[in-house]
């Protein structure tokens, strides 16, 4: 009895001793495994993200766009027939190659116009006004890649009532884009100035700079042109910015004066412009009318 409880407990002693044992290097192999894991991360070096653009400088989304602005009238502008015609008054204009630009479209037509040129990639759809005197504004934002002269139409039946007449004539509802290489590069600002023509705030139409507010860039040339539709003259004035512009007056209803200044904006701020000849008492003391801003970025 004695030697079978003596020979039992030798047995489980033994039974004890490779259990322990086992544990042990079980135990050390965990360690080995965890060890050679660290190690591996550490060495291999981090995968490269291949769906992550590479920025590039001076790429076309990091220049701040030019601005173009451009105003749609009916039966505004005299044409050679001696009838006066829809117009994109301003329409022909010019850009720079590699270049982005944003059109600004405002349309005072209650019919819809379309500004389509194929070659450059162009079929933008104005909306028409939905309120007499109230502009409709289109904005749309693009860079012409190769120079030259390309034609643009209105693709939208336009000019009825004179047989679509502006729709085949130049400076009307067809003309032409100029894309000049980037040592050329100035920027166009044009403006329309019309009598009685654009809504207020108190219900009734006034005088008014289409657009009253505009946007150019420091240290570089602008050359502004104003279309002049009445037959009073309007100077524009903005003492900050070292401008006082002489505009004539119209001649004939529905013939537009043409008046041309070039200027640099030397630093970047808002600047208050205004009518310098006395005319509509509230537009002149109304933002967007006979007096606005140029801001300079």
């Not at 660290?38 to 992550?52: F, Q, Y």
């Not at 047989?163 to 067809?174: C, I, N, P, R, V």
Request: aromatic share 8%; with cysteine.
């Amino acid at each position: 009895m004695k030697k079978w409880i003596r020979n039992g407990m030798m047995v489980g002693m033994a039974a004890l001793l490779v259990t322990l044992f086992g544990c042990a290097n079980n135990q050390a192999k965990v360690a080995d495994q965890k060890t050679s894991s660290i190690s591996n991360t550490a060495s291999s070096p981090k995968p490269k993200n291949s769906s992550a653009p590479e920025k590039v400088s001076g790429s076309n989304e990091q220049q701040n766009p030019d601005n173009v602005y451009i105003t749609v009238e009916a039966d505004a502008k005299l044409g050679s027939d001696g009838k006066t015609h829809d117009a994109f008054t301003n329409g022909d204009i010019t850009l720079t190659e590699g270049q982005p630009v944003t059109l600004h479209f405002y349309n005072y037509d209650e019919a819809p116009h379309s500004y389509t040129a194929p070659d450059l990639g162009l079929n933008i759809e104005l909306s028409g006004s939905k309120k007499d005197g109230e502009p409709a504004i289109t904005t749309f934002t693009f860079t012409p890649a190769k120079t030259g002269s390309f034609e643009w139409k209105c693709m939208d039946p336009c000019d009825m009532e004179n047989g679509q007449w502006a729709m085949t004539h130049d400076g009307y509802m067809k003309g032409a884009i100029k894309v000049v290489p980037a040592k050329d590069a100035v920027q166009h600002v044009s403006l329309v100035i019309n009598a009685d023509y654009k809504l207020g705030t108190d219900g009734e139409l006034h005088d008014a700079f289409t657009p009253g507010d505009f946007t150019v860039k420091a240290g570089q040339p602008v050359e502004l042109t104003i279309y002049n539709f009445d037959d009073q003259g309007h100077p524009f004035v903005s003492s900050n910015l070292g401008l006082n512009v002489k505009v004539d007056p119209s001649q004939k209803e529905g013939q537009p004066s043409v008046t041309t200044t070039t200027f640099v904006p030397a630093k970047a701020g808002k600047y208050e412009w205004h009518c310098g000849l006395p005319c509509d008492d509230w537009a002149m003391a109304h933002d967007n009318y006979m007096m606005g801003y140029v801001t300079v970025e």
